[in-house]
């Protein structure tokens, strides 16, 4: 639905209380140019929520602002009422948000428990990085079950899996994914945001990504956004946002039934 019209209640998250992220006015970009112009976004506790738009629309600035890797110019970010606007990555991990990037970050060498040992790094005490060690693979059985293998022989699904599961180490509230399925197959994605559902039902986490597949991050998620030339110009329930005409034509190469 356009943006000036009030926004659906999604199909999750408590919607008596405020929402877990809250990004108000949003302005940001590179050198002296403005590529975000007050983005306002925000993510219920519980929910999966998808950022969509064209190429250079502003999806990855968005989350590089919110993850402290550029200035926010103009516009305030919460967490939980915590002002996190400046906060860094860092800042930003302690805080509970967890960033899983595009990127492949996985060590194929190592072994996939030694992949999720990583994400407490940090951590001296053995005891408390084997039981949340454990506590990642209860939500995670194919990687348990893989726990000896080298990373480097996962599946495409598996290594994104191992990425999200090292992620949940420190035990993060929301949990950023830039573009979960670029690289993956049409059934891998499917897979992965079947994941990503069990996990907010069994472990109450929340997530926000970005996507380039349009179709797929609106057909999986609770609820969307679509970004265009730095501005919000629609909002609504994934699957609105997919039966809205003009979103069909403008993003999903769709016409009119
Ligand atoms: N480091 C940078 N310096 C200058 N301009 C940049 C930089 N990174 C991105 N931009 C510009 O900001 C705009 C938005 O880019 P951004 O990467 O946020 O878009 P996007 O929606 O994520 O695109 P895509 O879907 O292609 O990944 C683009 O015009 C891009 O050229």
């Avoid at 998808?50 to 629309?57: D, E, K, T």
């Amino acid at each position: 639905m356009p943006i000036s019209e009030p926004e659906a209640a999604p199909a999750h998250g408590d919607q008596t209380r405020p929402p877990l992220l809250d990004v108000r006015g949003l302005r940001a970009g590179y050198r002296g140019v403005d590529i975000l112009h007050g983005v306002d976004l925000t993510v219920g506790e519980g929910e999966i929520v998808c950022v969509v738009g064209p190429n250079g629309s502003g999806k990855s600035t968005i989350f590089k602002a919110l993850y402290g890797l550029i200035d926010v110019r103009e516009g305030t970010v919460l967490f939980d009422g915590e002002d996190i606007t400046a906060y860094g990555p860092q800042q930003l991990l302690t805080a509970g948000i967890a960033l899983v990037p595009q990127l492949p970050a996985i060590f194929p060498a190592m072994t996939v428990y030694e992949n999720i040992e990583l994400g407490m790094y940090l951590e001296r005490d053995r005891a408390k990085i084997r039981r949340r060690i454990d506590e990642v693979f209860d939500l995670f059985p194919k990687l348990a079950a893989r726990r000896t293998q080298q990373a480097g022989t996962l599946s495409g699904g598996e290594r994104r899996a191992l990425e999200i599961g090292r992620s949940l180490m420190l035990q993060p509230r929301l949990v950023l994914m830039d573009e979960p399925s670029v690289g993956l197959s049409p059934l891998l994605v499917r897979e992965v945001f079947e994941q990503l559902r069990s996990l907010r039902d069994a472990a109450g986490l929340t997530f926000l990504m970005i996507e380039q597949n349009a179709r797929s991050g609106l057909e999986l998620s609770d609820r969307g956004y679509v970004i265009e030339r730095g501005r919000v110009t629609y909002t609504g329930a994934g699957s609105e946002l997919l039966a809205d005409d003009e979103v069909r034509r403008t993003f999903l190469g769709v016409g009119k039934d």
